[in-house]
């Protein structure tokens, strides 16, 4: 139980009405008595005028609501933090489950956790207050620091160095070998991949995402980057500090990715290339060469019902053709026209 | 060995030919004496011909075939009941394996099996006749109903419901966090995600999909859903029943599906949309906006020799500009026309 | 320690300079002193200049290079074979760790190791020198060759078979069910899959990749084949030989891809269709049909600054009506131009 009073000395914002208790934060249409909610705009508006809540945070005053409010810049991030107070991540408990295989030489700070059936090779160095659920593997002389919460059934290869605040998510996989084959003449040699991955601090790494080792070099995940699930870096990929990624998106070897980015679902972004700081991919781009430019960008044809899809993709395949038809008309007839 | 007739009184259909025994199903090529196989339709039919099989199950009768023949409306549904009663799913042996790590606050079912190495925490409830095979991790509270099958490694986070015979394949996470964040000025901060996964009954999900929780509110996969491999389901997804899904497709968030619709594989939704019921969506399509009307949708450009695809890639550029020119050649050329 | 004169002793090429001792392999930009580094063309000549290493291994002689050179055809497999000599694969040791739980049933070769809290089912058989990590699951009945390596938290379904010289890289699930429903009037029915996964030799699958046993008949990766992370593999597919596949591709049901392609990332390949040998998908392919020639194919609409491809993709709705228009303007104004 929190009272709005305090929630607004820890994170900001001006009280209008009564200074009530809240127990719980909920969305507008699950509200109860007791709960406080929040409204990003006015297009909420009518939901927000039928909300339970007791409380709710918006941008601003709303006469016509009967609850107490919360008047703040941003209310989504005042009910992110409000949302941590309330339900904290969990913390490590500082002991070893009796199941976990944790090797002689492998180095686990005694505040750190680590759970059941979880494998800690040798060398490898566990940092203080870090939490090491159900089922997770961590290679030999991976590093990993101090305040991480990596859930059940994680995979960190050898060598992995990963630093501080760095939460994953349940089958991600950091540290594979990164898809390096020589040709020779009749089959594919493997080409051994001797970088690591690098992840800095405040880093969350979604489901079954994959993050390839390098080659030689590294790759590198910057600090503060958001990778959603299902996501797949390859060898030597470079994300730079804050970018945001959703889900189902693929980046090709050796490509840099700028800070600030924000790069939607199901994006594939070619190997060898740079996108540059604060650019926008919205989702389904396909991405086969560099941007250099910050901006917002899309490709792709999108939705459309089949039949008038079917006429235009033959159109489409006719494309180079049709232009050459326009211009042979634009050659005859508007030529002639001018000449009469 | 089952005689046709007992699968006929089991499962429908009409005997044509002798009731003999069989002991398999098999497809059309590899069919041998003592196999069951089935025909879909006239552009089978040389196969059908040329099949080994001693019976097989088709829509018409077809006088030119040597085997016996069962005629069923649909051959495909009967092949299916026939390869449940000779190929039973593995039942739960009522036991719980000595390296499993079951919470002394726990509810495992004295029907239920729990297989090597599963992890099961405080306060899950496992339900009758359900299996967890090797590995997989059950997460705080959640709760799982009766008559589950859970393959090897599968992720249920803390929570989660599951209501009865859900089948779950390897590598699956539920109930991960959903990708949440706010900006805070100079990074991102992260927005607990408090809902849940809930889960109806009689759902398939496949190999590595992954099910994030809500973030205030749950999100809901309906009774009868069928999720293939790779699938991607953000926080707050509903997906109404008997949906079928197929692999690597991806729905982003607080997005609504209805009911009875056919997804294919690799298909992009957007967030916060709704898809009505009974909706086809063509294998990759990107789905930015919300579809009201039930029928059959497809997006993209198909694939084409490089060449051609790259002259009309470089028009599609100029597809706007091109539509202007035309503009101009109707204004001028089509006007001075009927002034004639 | 290496001599230059040795490498080239075992791997062919020709020495010009010094036959120095190298002690690891570097990119050009990160070598030091005692490496070996390598230029893949022209268009790294410049950092080849600046390059620290000791030695270099191009295609031609380069006279400005003030270090080693080792003149060869493919430097790149040169290096790959420098690099398997000097980080040879982690080798089998001959034990099972106590923590595994091995079937009594089952038959591991004495020169297998199996790693902690690996399961290895009933009825299973690991070849000799077989190296399986942590948290790997081997269901029943399931044949592994000599020489595999199998890294943390694989997951191989009941009656699999691969063999020998096969890598597979942590998450990857082989022989989960393929994603086989019959439509029961009201709802699904699940089709039993009896199928299996036939793996070949020399085979390299990545992380998270996902590969369904087949419904009746099998579905078969060939000798040689590359699989890159996050690939879907549906059931009954067949890959041939040496075909190597990027990231993020699916591929549905019962598609036979031929030998010798190469296939990029986020690739869609449609179901019950043929692409020949020796062909080229380039990245983000959408392929709903056979492909029957060998060469290279595209397809898709890559990205363009929102505002233009908005205005384009409008007009890419309207393209079957713009032909129109085109074919009115074509027939009334240059027919009339004959006639003048």
């Known amino acids: 139980m929190y009272k709005l009073s305090a929630l607004i000395n820890a994170f900001g914002g001006e009280l209008r009405g009564e200074d009530i208790e809240i127990s719980a934060v909920s969305s507008l249409d699950s509200a109860v008595a007791g709960c406080l909610s929040f409204c990003l705009g006015n297009k909420f508006l009518n939901q927000a005028k039928a909300c339970q809540a007791s409380a709710l945070a918006l941008r601003e005053f709303e006469p016509e609501l009967q609850c107490s409010q919360i008047i703040i810049k941003d209310p989504q ?4 933090r409000v949302l941590s107070l309330l339900h904290p991540a969990p913390k490590a408990q500082g002991k070893i489950h009796h199941s976990a295989i944790v090797a002689d030489d492998a180095v686990v700070d005694p505040t750190a956790e680590i759970g059941p059936l979880v494998v800690i090779e040798s060398g490898a160095v566990i940092g203080a207050n870090t939490l090491i659920q159900a089922g997770t593997v961590i290679g030999q002389n991976a590093k990993i620091g101090a305040h991480c919460l990596f859930h059940a059934r994680v995979v960190v290869y050898a060598d992995t160095e990963i630093a501080d605040y760095v939460e994953i998510h349940s089958g991600a996989v950091i540290g594979s070998d990164g898809f390096g084959n020589a040709w020779a003449g009749q089959r594919w040699e493997k080409i051994p991949q001797i970088g690591r991955v690098q992840i800095g601090s405040h880093v969350e790494i979604g489901a079954n995402t994959t993050i390839d080792r390098g080659a030689l070099d590294n790759t590198v995940i910057a600090d503060g980057v958001r990778l959603d699930n299902q996501i797949q870096v390859a060898h030597n990929v470079k994300i730079g500090a804050h970018t945001a ?6 980046i090709a070897g050796s490509t840099t990715i700028g800070a600030n980015c924000l790069i939607g679902g199901g994006v594939l972004i070619a190997g060898h290339i740079d996108i540059a700081d604060r650019i926008t991919l919205l989702a389904g781009n396909g991405v086969p060469s560099s941007l250099t430019e910050a901006g917002v960008y899309a490709s792709g044809v999108p939705v459309m019902p089949y039949a008038s899809w079917a006429r235009n993709v033959l159109q489409f395949r006719r494309l180079d053709e049709m232009t050459k ?8 007839c508007l030529a002639k026209d001018s000449e009469q």
């Open 245 to 250: 990624i959703a889900a189902c998106t693929g």
């Open 325 to 332: 038809r326009v211009k042979k008309i634009e050659k005859q």
């Open 77 to 80: 991030l005042f009910i992110a």
